[in-house]
C-alpha cells in the first residue's frame, strides 16, 4: 500500500526556472492538500482540492498553481523560481470528512539558488 | 487571525524521564489534532481530541483537550528515543474541506 507518493525527492533549481512537483495517491481520496515546511516551522497550506477538476487556495497560494485532472494525482506548479520558495513541500490526502486522517507523503526538499 | 502556540520549542531530556508540551491559542476550536513528524518524513497523525476536557491514551502518550477548547497538552510516560520527533498540534474549527493549520511544533529529543 503505497499511500501518498511525491517526486522528486530533492531538487536544486536556478532562480526563474520552473518546474512541477508530483504528488499521487492510491487510496480513492477525494481531498488532498499542498503544504509547504520552512526550518523551524509548522506547515502552511499552500493550495488544496475537494476532487477531481476543483482547486482552491490555502494560506500562502502566490508563486504557486496547481490542477487536479484525476482523483490519484495533484501537480504543484513552480512557475519563476525564488529564494524564497525553498522549503520543503509535503502533499497529503483525507478521504473526507474533517475528523478523518490526513495522510502525509515524505516530501519534497526544494532549493533555489 | 488565531494565534497558536507550541511550548516548549525544544525539548531534550533522558530516556525514561516524563515530560508535557503544549499547545495554546487564544481561539476556541471544534477539535485538535497531535502528529508526530520524524526527520525527513511528513507528519503522522497521532491523535484527535473533539469533546472539552476529553482524555485520551495512547500507550505512554497522554492527550488532554483544555475545557474550553483552546488549549491541549501531551503528556508523556517514560520517554524512550523512538519518541524522537517533531511534535505538532493542528487545531480545527469546524467542518468543510479546508486543510490544517499547524503550530511550530515542539522538537523532542531523547537521549539514552
Known amino acids: 500500500n503505497a499511500g501518498v507518493t511525491q517526486t522528486p525527492k530533492f531538487r536544486i533549481l536556478k532562480i526563474g526556472q520552473s518546474m512541477t512537483l508530483q504528488c499521487t495517491q492510491d487510496?480513492?481520496?477525494?481531498?488532498m492538500y499542498w503544504y509547504r515546511q520552512d526550518p523551524g516551522m509548522g506547515l502552511k497550506l499552500i493550495y488544496y482540492?475537494?476532487?477531481?477538476?476543483?482547486?482552491d487556495k490555502g494560506e500562502v497560494p502566490n508563486g504557486y498553481n496547481v490542477s487536479r485532472s484525476t482523483t490519484e494525482d495533484f501537480p504543484l506548479r513552480l512557475e519563476l523560481a525564488a529564494p524564497s520558495q525553498t522549503s520543503v513541500y509535503f502533499c497529503?490526502?483525507?478521504?473526507?470528512?474533517?475528523?478523518?486522517?490526513?495522510?502525509f507523503g515524505p516530501g519534497t526538499r526544494l532549493l533555489v539558488l | 487571525t488565531q494565534l497558536l502556540e507550541q511550548s516548549p520549542q525544544f525539548l531534550s531530556i533522558q530516556e525514561g524521564e516524563n515530560l508535557t508540551v503544549y499547545c495554546n491559542s487564544s481561539?476556541?476550536?471544534?477539535?485538535l489534532q497531535w502528529y508526530r513528524q520524524e526527520p525527513g518524513e511528513g507528519p503522522v497523525l497521532l491523535v484527535t481530541?473533539?469533546?472539552?476536557?476529553e482524555v485520551k491514551k495512547l500507550k505512554r502518550l497522554t492527550f488532554q483537550f483544555g475545557d474550553a477548547r483552546k488549549d491541549s497538552s501531551l503528556h508523556i510516560t517514560a520517554a524512550q528515543p523512538g519518541d524522537t520527533g517533531l511534535y505538532l498540534c493542528?487545531?480545527?474549527?469546524?467542518?468543510?474541506?479546508?486543510?490544517?493549520?499547524f503550530g511550530k511544533g515542539t522538537h523532542l529529543i531523547i537521549q539514552p
Open positions: 482540492s475537494v476532487g477531481a477538476g476543483i482547486t
Open positions: 481530541v473533539v469533546t472539552g476536557g
Open positions: 487510496m480513492n481520496h477525494n481531498y
Open positions: 497529503a490526502s483525507r478521504a473526507g470528512e474533517w475528523w478523518e486522517t490526513q495522510y
Open positions: 493542528a487545531p480545527q474549527q469546524g467542518g468543510g474541506a479546508d486543510g490544517l493549520t
Open positions: 481561539s476556541v476550536f471544534s477539535s
